[in-house]
């Protein structure tokens, strides 16, 4: 194997080969498995971020080693502030996947649908452990790339009666809306979009505040998803404050979360400690899932790879 060239899995191929319902149980289990820090398990450090002055973005770099199961992988990605507006991306991800052994490039897979699919995934994760098991109204603040992903998985695993989306402009989330075939509501404002829900998911390229405590329903659920900078945010301190905080990574959340740096909020606990039963999962309270991002793009890309050779193919 460590004289062969890497193999180029894109877009297409990875779209054709991840499916929520495989994804999903799969994450629970490396959430699980990160949140008792054991080394052979998940190495995952917080990712190293270089800026790009010039460009007003980041160059994020993720590793992650799963000892126990043979996989090396890290995760480039390049992120920016297009809060001005720009037909560019805000977001650009490849995933490359090393043999741990030989240390040599195995696999260049693109970044963008497992970005896609795994955040949104994991926000899912978050509401099955945290939001009201009755649950009827979903909100979505934004209307990009993670709107869409999370549009998709949440109405595929849950029976929400209603969806909420607000966008930055008017034509925005009613583009949206006729995207998904018409089966979400355009909101005037984000407070519309918001109040009375029982889920919310945050995915906006924001640095300040669109979700305000004032406006969420006691007991809601808000799966946190954009402003991942240490100085950018989604949500204000009475909404940080009031409401009990999870994350995907602990570690993560406190070096690069805007909303938990400088409001001062707690973390709870990980999803990953909800998983393996040492912390609660507070159903009754209105809670905070804050996610980076930080955790688990190995694991997606450890199982498209089999996935793409057919059962045949060891690693
Ligand atoms: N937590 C994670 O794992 C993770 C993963 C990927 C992306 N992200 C973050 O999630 C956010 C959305 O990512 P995406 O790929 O969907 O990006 P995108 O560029 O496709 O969409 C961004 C959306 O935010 C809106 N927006 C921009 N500035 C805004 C503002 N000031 N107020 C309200 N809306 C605003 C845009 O109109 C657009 O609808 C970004 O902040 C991105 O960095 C987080
Ligand atoms: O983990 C990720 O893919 C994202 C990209 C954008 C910024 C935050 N983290």
């Not at 890497?6 to 929520?20: A, G, M, T």
């Not at 005037?188 to 924001?206: F, H, K, L, N, P």
Request: proline residues 5%.
């Amino acid at each position: 194997m460590s004289g062969s060239p890497p193999v180029v899995i894109w877009e297409h191929e990875v779209e054709r080969l991840l499916q929520y319902r495989e994804l999903i149980p799969r994450l629970e289990e490396a959430l699980g498995k990160f949140s008792k820090r054991d080394s052979a398990e998940v190495i995952q450090p917080v990712r190293s971020t270089v800026p790009l002055q010039k460009h007003d973005g980041f160059l994020g770099l993720m590793p992650t080693y799963m000892e126990n199961d043979g996989v090396l992988s890290t995760k480039l990605v390049c992120f920016y502030n297009r809060e001005a507006g720009s037909s560019l991306p805000g977001v650009q991800a490849t995933v490359v996947l090393l043999d741990p052994e030989y240390g040599n490039v195995k696999a260049v897979i693109d970044g963008e649908v497992i970005t896609a699919m795994r955040t949104a995934a994991v926000s899912a994760i978050s509401a099955k452990l945290l939001m009201h098991p009755e649950a009827e109204v979903l909100a979505i603040l934004g209307t990009g790339k993670q709107a869409l992903s999370h549009y998709n998985v949440f109405t595929e695993i849950f029976p929400f009666k209603e969806v909420r989306v607000w966008g930055r402009t008017r034509e925005g989330a009613e583009r949206f809306v006729r995207s998904v075939g018409g089966a979400a509501r355009a909101c005037g404002s984000a407070e519309e979009a918001v109040r009375g829900a029982d889920v919310i998911v945050t995915v906006t390229g924001s640095t300040k505040p669109v979700l305000f405590g004032q406006w969420v329903k006691p007991g809601a659920h808000v799966a946190a998803v954009g402003a991942c900078r240490p100085d950018w945010r989604e949500m204000d301190d009475v909404l940080m404050k009031e409401a009990v905080v999870y994350a995907d990574s602990r570690e993560g959340a406190i070096a690069e979360s805007g909303d938990v740096v400088l409001s001062g909020a707690e973390v709870f606990a990980e999803l990953g400690d909800v998983i393996n039963g040492t912390k609660p999962a507070l159903r009754e309270k209105t809670t905070v899932f804050k996610s980076l991002g930080e955790l688990m793009k190995t694991e997606p890309t450890s199982f498209i790879i089999p996935l793409h050779y057919g059962k045949s193919f060891s690693c």
